[in-house]
């Protein structure tokens, strides 16, 4: 998969994300007592489709979505050679799933 299809797959898979969060607020506006409503299968099944095309072998498409938070959380990941490299945008992660796994 080339990086502008990766990007404009990831990009949308965050817009959903984020629409969840928004209808979870909105029930939760209505509801105060409601926890939430979460649409894990999907997602597994995308994530998972997205490291399986990608070869994913480390995951970091999961790392980048839970741990960094979609970009939130800046972090960065180390090279063989010892180097920081940036994780904070798709197109960083891109790099780092096709550049330091290979």
């Not at 979460?38 to 489709?49: A, D, M, P």
């Not at 498409?61 to 938070?69: A, V």
């Amino acid at each position: 998969m080339d990086k502008q299809e990766f990007i404009k797959l990831m990009t949308e898979l965050v817009s959903i994300k984020k629409a969840e969060d928004n209808l979870n607020t909105a029930i939760r506006n209505f509801e105060p007592d409601f926890s939430f409503l979460c649409f894990g299968r999907y997602e597994t099944l995308v994530v998972r489709s997205l490291e399986l095309a990608m070869n994913d072998k480390f995951n970091w498409i999961s790392y980048w979505l839970y741990e960094c938070d979609m970009g939130r959380r800046d972090k960065n990941v180390t090279d063989k050679k010892g180097q920081n490299i940036p994780i904070k945008t798709l197109s960083n992660l891109y790099n780092v799933i096709t550049k330091i796994e290979n």
